[in-house]
């Protein structure tokens, strides 16, 4: 299922955060949504998911599960790993009665597996490390095979190597599930390796769209500024 | 008069008002969350959409981790008032109604309202501050998107479990409080324990029972839903739980004073 977002708007005291924005992200396809911090990029995922309300526009995701992976994993402290991957499958009323302990048990091997994170099935998010929590919020949001993942910013506070990794498992994800993606970052690594489109955004509206491999040859000067990481440039910070 | 105005805006009364107004709204907006969450509770419990695991894990820690502590207010606030009133009522001769007021006491009132009191502070409070917590670190955002109901989740299992045990918790206070005012009675005025308890159940009847049961059910869910509420509206980050924990509490001892009332002028009065 793909997401489809007509003349989005969303007003915050005031301000258009998001301003009259509107794009597709088809099946099996990945988009970045790139741009300064406050330009509005992790409200339009907060729209798509319904944690937020739109003040106008349109979006269309279909029936399917959409499952988001948060900028700090937000896995629930007081569940361990297994509970924190099955909680869905456990708490859904539909899905409660469709799996067995021992079903429940396989499914979290399986999705460990997946992240590369056998044999942590009982420890608590605050025993692991900031990698392997996003890997697990990974496990957790394909738990339900969603039509749609949506990361938030899920390379920051990253090392590299972690970074990577975590990269490679968006680009995994992808192909297991089928699922259309929204990646929104900053990194420019996470644009390249995961990445099929990119939009740009500014002050809430959207001033690029391209591949990433049109984003680094500069012909825009807002990507040309985002890529140079320049204070001399079209977009200046908004207070 | 636009330098009136200006003038007028500067001034002690006029920061007064506004000041007044602004937690007029705070207070009139806080009690809008919590009657909605009521009644949504209300909804989720009436329809059976309960999540038992919770339910058993809250009620755990409701009814057995705070029972340390409540035991122990209990206990001491029945020496405070068995020391100050024992000793004279002996004196002035009326030794043989000490059992019977302190069980009166202590039934009615103090074992209630004490157990509520040891409940907001250890419990209410750190429910407050874990749900603050998962809103600020949006784990109630991972909640609503893998489509759970946060109330249901979240709200239900803590406030049935403040209804059903909270009674308990009040039934073994009051025991205690009870034990505690005779040994107190024993070694601050002599009293023996035979005189104590022979008077003990003189003024004490099924009513003053029930009510005390009801009335510490009432406690029990006002102050799981007053802390949740609290902190399901959170925002900001440490501060923002550092805030709703403070109106967690604060909220919770009003409305422990209020329902109190309540049920005393509607049974007693």
């Given at each position: 299922?793909?997401?489809?977002?007509?003349?989005?708007?969303?007003?915050?005291?005031?301000?258009?955060?998001?301003?009259?924005?509107?794009?597709?992200?088809?099946?099996?396809?990945?988009?970045?949504?790139?741009?300064?911090?406050?330009?509005?990029?992790?409200?339009?995922?907060?729209?798509?998911?319904?944690?937020?309300?739109?003040?106008?526009?349109?979006?269309?995701?279909?029936?399917?599960?959409?499952?988001?992976?948060?900028?700090?994993?937000?896995?629930?402290?007081?569940?361990?790993?297994?509970?924190?991957?099955?909680?869905?499958?456990?708490?859904?009323?539909?899905?409660?009665?469709?799996?067995?302990?021992?079903?429940?048990?396989?499914?979290?091997?399986?999705?460990?597996?997946?992240?590369?994170?056998?044999?942590?099935?009982?420890?608590?998010?605050?025993?692991?490390?900031?990698?392997?929590?996003?890997?697990?919020?990974?496990?957790?949001?394909?738990?339900?095979?969603?039509?749609?993942?949506?990361?938030?910013?899920?390379?920051?506070?990253?090392?590299?190597?972690?970074?990577?990794?975590?990269?490679?498992?968006?680009?995994?994800?992808?192909?297991?599930?089928?699922?259309?993606?929204?990646?929104?970052?900053?990194?420019?690594?996470?644009?390249?390796?995961?990445?099929?489109?990119?939009?740009?955004?500014?002050?809430?509206?959207?001033?690029?769209?391209?591949?990433?491999?049109?984003?680094?040859?500069?012909?825009?000067?807002?990507?040309?500024?985002?890529?140079?990481?320049?204070?001399?440039?079209?977009?200046?910070?908004?207070? | 008069?636009?330098?009136?105005?200006?003038?007028?805006?500067?001034?002690?009364?006029?920061?007064?008002?506004?000041?007044?107004?602004?937690?007029?709204?705070?207070?009139?907006?806080?009690?809008?969350?919590?009657?909605?969450?009521?009644?949504?509770?209300?909804?989720?419990i009436l329809k059976g959409e309960i999540s038992w695991k919770e339910l058993m894990e809250q009620c755990y820690r409701y009814g057995i981790t705070s029972l340390p502590i409540t035991l122990s207010i209990s206990a001491m606030t029945?020496?405070?008032?068995?020391?100050?009133?024992?000793?004279?009522?002996?004196k002035q001769g009326g030794g043989n109604f000490v059992g019977m007021l302190l069980v009166i006491l202590i039934v009615r009132e103090a074992g209630a309202v004490m157990s509520a009191f040891a409940i907001i502070s250890m419990i209410?409070?750190?429910?407050?501050?874990?749900?603050?917590?998962?809103?600020?670190?949006?784990?109630?955002?991972?909640?609503?998107?893998?489509?759970?109901?946060?109330?249901?989740?979240?709200?239900?299992?803590?406030?049935?479990?403040?209804?059903?045990?909270?009674?308990?918790?009040?039934?073994?206070?009051?025991?205690?409080?009870?034990?505690?005012?005779?040994?107190?009675?024993?070694?601050?005025?002599?009293?023996?324990?035979?005189?104590?308890?022979?008077?003990?159940?003189?003024?004490?009847?099924?009513?003053?029972?029930?009510?005390?049961?009801?009335?510490?059910?009432?406690?029990?869910?006002?102050?799981?839903?007053?802390?949740?509420?609290?902190?399901?509206?959170?925002?900001?980050?440490?501060?923002?739980?550092?805030?709703?924990?403070?109106?967690?509490?604060?909220?919770?001892?009003?409305?422990?004073?209020?329902?109190?009332?309540?049920?005393?002028?509607?049974?007693?009065?």
């Open positions: 299922m793909s997401i489809e977002v007509k003349n989005l708007v969303k007003i915050y005291d005031d301000r258009k955060v998001i301003d009259n924005v509107s794009f597709r992200v088809n099946d099996r396809e990945t988009l970045a949504i790139v741009g300064f911090s406050g330009s509005g990029k992790s409200t339009i995922l907060k729209l798509i998911c319904g944690l937020t309300e739109r003040d106008s526009g349109e979006i269309i995701t279909g029936d399917g599960d959409i499952a988001m992976v948060f900028q700090y994993s937000a896995l629930f402290d007081s569940l361990n790993v297994a509970d924190n991957i099955t909680f869905a499958l456990q708490e859904r009323r539909e899905l409660r009665k469709k799996y067995s302990q021992k079903d429940l048990a396989e499914i979290v091997s399986k999705k460990l597996e997946l992240v590369g994170l056998k044999g942590i099935e009982n420890k608590f998010p605050s025993e692991l490390s900031g990698g392997m929590q996003k890997r697990v919020s990974f496990a957790r949001a394909i738990v339900t095979e969603p039509n749609i993942i949506l990361y938030d910013e899920p390379t920051a506070g990253l090392d590299p190597i972690s970074s990577t990794l975590i990269e490679d498992y968006i680009v995994r994800l992808k192909e297991e599930t089928n699922a259309a993606s929204i990646v929104v970052t900053h990194q420019m690594s996470t644009i390249r390796r995961t990445a099929d489109r990119v939009i740009m955004l500014y002050d809430g509206k959207i001033v690029y769209e391209g591949t990433p491999d049109d984003m680094l040859k500069m012909d825009n000067e807002y990507t040309k500024q985002f890529v140079t990481a320049s204070l001399e440039g079209p977009m200046k910070m908004i207070a | 008069m636009i330098t009136l105005a200006k003038y007028y805006r500067q001034s002690a009364t006029y920061r007064i008002f506004k000041g007044i107004l602004e937690d007029l709204t705070v207070f009139m907006e806080t009690l809008g969350q919590i009657t909605v969450q009521l009644c949504q509770v209300s909804k989720f029945s020496i405070i008032i068995a020391s100050q009133v024992a000793a004279e009522m002996v209410g409070s750190s429910m407050a501050s874990e749900i603050a917590t998962m809103r600020v670190t949006e784990q109630i955002d991972a909640i609503t998107v893998l489509k759970v109901n946060p109330v249901r989740y979240l709200f239900v299992p803590r406030v049935l479990s403040g209804i059903i045990m909270m009674p308990f918790i009040v039934i073994l206070a009051s025991f205690v409080g009870v034990l505690a005012g005779a040994v107190t009675s024993d070694l601050s005025a002599g009293l023996s324990y035979r005189a104590y308890f022979d008077s003990a159940w003189l003024g004490v009847y099924i009513k003053d029972l029930f009510v005390s049961l009801l009335k510490s059910s009432c406690f029990g869910g006002a102050i799981a839903l007053i802390s949740c509420t609290c902190g399901y509206y959170a925002s900001g980050g440490a501060k923002g739980v550092g805030l709703a924990t403070t109106k967690a509490v604060v909220w919770s001892f009003v409305a422990i004073v209020i329902i109190d009332m309540i049920f005393a002028i509607a049974f007693f009065y």
